[in-house]
């Protein structure tokens, strides 16, 4: 296994901004960063879940791949234009508790996203499975690529944290911005 371009895939794309990343600046942008690490938490968790099925199923799921993946990518491309859409509109002065940054929506919205099911389809077989064949070594990259995940999703709260000012003294730019981004990563999922 060539462990530099392995670290280097999961880096590039569990750090590189995705629909659960831009969720996180946002949440982090509105609410502030305790909210955004309740939503963390549950990304992070359902990250971990998602690896884990990969790792048994795949053999199963090459099969029906075709299928799964244009169901994905329909419903992920509606999911993240209606992300982009709520995070256009939303309104950094609004005061109520956002329902859309809890632990259950971060860990649903990892089984929709579909950077994310892209790519834990394809990190273990392509890095990890045909080099190893035991299940601890499956499961010990499981736990790895999860922790790397997590590290990503908490580079983005802390991202957040950090120009928050910014962020809010600019909201509609910064809302249009973070709409932009997920409207192009939905149309990236055709290209």
């Known amino acids: 296994m060539d462990v530099t371009s392995f670290v280097i895939y999961c880096l590039i794309v569990t750090f590189t901004p995705g629909p659960s990343n831009i969720v996180i600046l946002s949440m982090v942008h509105h609410y502030g960063a305790k909210k955004a690490l309740e939503y963390t938490y549950g990304a992070s968790i359902a990250f971990g879940i998602l690896l884990g099925i990969s790792a048994i199923l795949n053999s199963v799921l090459i099969t029906i791949m075709p299928k799964l993946l244009m169901g994905m990518q329909i419903i992920g491309t509606v999911y993240m234009l209606y992300l982009a859409w709520q995070i256009y509109k939303m309104d950094a002065s ?16 990892q089984f929709l996203n579909p950077k994310v099911v892209m790519f834990t389809m394809t990190v273990l077989p392509t890095f990890i499975l045909p080099y190893y064949a035991k299940m601890s070594a499956v499961l010990i990259s499981v736990i790895v690529i999860t922790m790397i995940g997590l590290s990503a999703f908490m580079a983005w709260v802390l991202f957040g944290t950090i120009f928050k000012q910014f962020l809010q003294k600019h909201k509609r730019i910064a809302n249009a911005a973070m709409a932009l981004c997920l409207v192009y990563a939905a149309c990236m999922i055709w290209m």
């Open 94 to 109: 609004e005061t109520e508790e956002s329902k859309s940054g809890t632990f259950r929506t971060g860990f649903l919205m």
